[in-house]
């Protein structure tokens, strides 16, 4: 797949002399949906503005669609929706007039139809008359998203879409990205809420400290850096471990009810069979088994953590 | 050219001036009835006549200047600092559109509000003293270019304004004194030579002399170099604002 949007090698310095990215390189793959991780003052929220267009980078070159941002910027940001991650709305404009500003922004000649689809999507459609400051929050965000795809973007920026919003909202909103997916639009997420990365993303990458720490298949990420829990709950308590069992990741827990096998996902195969078999040979019997898989929040704390 | 960006930032300006009628356009008309009041009827009745024109006559294109003055700087300013107020600024930065063509629209909403304030109060004015105009062709030139000129000064004091005070600073604290001493409501033949002078370097006594020159042919400057003035108060808008599109200066750092 080619890339709809490559970095190299963006840098950015802001006047106080806060170095908010440093030499960051990303290529995102036309038509993912990509998960962009951090904490807050990561620099997610500037990278995505300079991508967009809303800051100037200090060093260093981003293509959207094969044109360059600066140099090219017409053809470069009419690709690009973007839904911040501030409620900013114009309090005294109705939905319709906002979301149909948009659209001529970007230098699409009128048509209500698009408006309308993209309203009705959204759940909007009857507030379409009604001015933005007699919205909800929620709806305010809905009110964004719409404006971000009154232009038929072919790339979406959400940045922290999710931030503050309820539970039918979130489903509308995914359900949206979803079609979106379907009908070939790139997108780019920030989320403080790894599940959701963890449910819907491709691709996820983590960046911390204005540096981009890794970008991996959600899968692959999760393979390689996941570890994995064994539980067994024994029948007979025991006191201590027998020796030969002593190290490689076993530990007696709860008074010695419980035996915990910590490994790693990807020799777990071999190592449950084999260990489960020793058990038995040692007729240490258990009543109850169950395993965990560490989360992409899990991954996550311990590469920001670590990164510190 | 986004042509399409250009319309929808003018009429999303226009849309704005129309939710607030009350106090775009009433209020000036109000304030000018009252200046025609209070000066023509009452210092009206001692001067009389200014150089052959009648006194409520000849401060019309003065009282024109300095409505057009104020209200094309705050439209402006207004314009471009509310979207950086509320953040909706985010929007038209991450639009396809040059800085050139944000310029138009906001710009050209308004001056346009400032020229439709301006003809309400010429009108205003004609129900009160019976104006006449001399050069009509130099009178809309002048008209036109300044409030092309101050809706541009306006757009820059927006850009560059960090809070509410610094947006009301210049057209609260600068414009007035500068319209009032710019000879809006007297000759400054009428002053002593030492503040003749110093009138000189008040650039608004330009735009009132050559405007009113286009009403009456009477001038304290030869109208040709407030036409110069003007112009080059133009040139310098034009420039500095090329320089903060340039350097991204307090919109794009």
């Not at chain 1, 790339?155 to 039918?168: M, N, R, S, Y």
């Not at chain 1, 990458?205 to 990420?221: D, M, Q, S, W």
């Not at chain 1, 020799?267 to 020793?278: F, H, K, M, P, V």
């Not at chain 2, 301006?118 to 270019?145: D, K, Q, S, W, Y």
Request: hydrophobic share 45%.
């Amino acid at each position: 797949m080619s890339s709809i949007i490559s970095v190299a090698n963006l840098s950015k310095t802001y006047g106080s002399g806060f170095k908010a990215l440093k030499n960051v390189n990303l290529d995102i793959k036309r038509g993912e949906i990509f998960a962009l991780l951090g904490p807050n003052g990561a620099g997610k929220t500037t990278l995505i503005s300079i991508i967009c267009g809303i800051a100037n980078p200090s060093e260093g070159k981003v293509l959207v669609g094969g044109e360059n941002i600066q140099t090219s910027y017409r053809k470069a940001r009419s690709l690009i929706g973007l839904v911040p991650q501030e409620l900013h709305t114009d309090a005294f404009e109705s939905v319709w007039a906002t979301v149909s500003f948009s659209r001529g922004l970007f230098g699409k000649p009128k048509n209500p139809d698009h408006i309308e689809k993209v309203l009705k999507d959204l759940s909007l459609w009857d507030k379409k008359d009604n001015t933005l400051r007699q919205l909800s929050g929620g709806m305010k965000r809905r009110v964004l998203i719409a404006k971000a795809l009154s232009h038929e973007p072919e790339i979406l920026f959400l940045d922290e879409p999710t931030a503050g919003v309820d539970v039918t909202l979130r489903k509308d909103m995914w359900r949206v990205v979803e079609q979106l997916r379907e009908s070939g639009v790139t997108i780019i997420l920030t989320t403080h809420y790894i599940e959701e990365a963890e449910e819907i993303a491709d691709r996820v990458g983590v960046i911390n400290g204005g540096k981009l720490l890794l970008v991996e298949e959600k899968a692959a990420l999760m393979a390689k850096l996941g570890r994995k829990q064994l539980i067994l709950e024994l029948a007979e308590p025991l006191d201590k471990l027998p020796e030969h069992f002593a190290g490689n990741g076993l530990s007696l827990e709860q008074g010695g009810t419980r035996l915990v096998y910590n490994f790693d996902a990807h020799n777990e195969q071999e190592s449950i069979a084999a260990l489960l078999t020793r058990l038995s040979a040692d007729n240490i019997h258990f009543k109850d088994l169950s395993t965990r898989q560490s989360s992409l929040e899990d991954i996550f704390v311990a590469l920001v953590g670590g990164a510190k | 050219m986004n042509i399409e960006a250009i319309k929808s930032i003018y009429f999303f300006e226009m849309a704005r001036t129309r939710r607030t009628l009350l106090q775009s356009v009433v209020s000036p008309v109000i304030s000018t009835s009252l200046y025609f009041i209070v000066f023509g009827a009452a210092v009206g009745s001692r001067i009389q006549t200014v150089e052959g024109v009648s006194y409520g006559a000849f401060i019309t294109p003065g009282l024109i200047m300095l409505t057009l003055l104020g209200q094309c700087i705050s439209n402006g300013s207004f314009g471009i600092y509310f979207p950086k107020f509320t953040g909706t600024i985010y929007e038209v930065l991450s639009a396809p559109v040059a800085m050139t063509e944000i310029l138009l629209g906001y710009v050209g909403a308004a001056a346009t509000k400032g020229l439709l304030i301006g003809l309400i109060i010429l009108l205003t004015a004609n129900a009160f003293v019976e104006v006449r105009i001399e050069h009509p062709f130099m009178m809309i030139l002048f008209f036109l270019l300044t409030a092309i000129t101050f809706s541009l000064f306006g757009f820059m004091i927006g850009i560059w304004a960090g809070n509410f005070e610094q947006l009301n600073l210049i057209p609260m604290l600068v414009v007035p004194p500068l319209t009032f001493l710019g000879g809006s409501f007297y000759s400054i033949n009428m002053l002593p030579p030492f503040w003749q002078a110093v009138s000189h370097f008040n650039p608004v006594l330009y735009l009132v002399s050559g405007f009113r020159w286009s009403f009456y042919g009477i001038a304290d400057v030869n109208p040709l170099i407030s036409l110069s003035m003007i112009t080059l108060f133009l040139a310098i808008c034009l420039g500095t604002l090329g320089w903060m599109f340039k350097t991204g200066y307090r919109l794009r750092n």
